[in-house]
């Protein structure tokens, strides 16, 4: 059973005269009772893919 589920996420910000790119096309699948970890470098999109997953960002 999954608790929560993401189908092609994505997130940008205005950089200029464009738009940076922090997730592309996340898809992941969390069960319940799984134990998961999220790696990646300094400013991969870690923080705003929790803050997108909890709802504290849109």
Known sequence: MNIVETKDLYFTYPDGDGRKIILNDVSVS?????????????????????????????
Do not use: P, Q, V
């Open 30 to 58: 969390f069960e319940l009772g799984k134990f998961y970890t999220i790696l990646g470098s300094s400013g991969s999109g870690k923080t705003t893919f929790l803050s997108l997953i909890a709802a504290l960002d849109k």
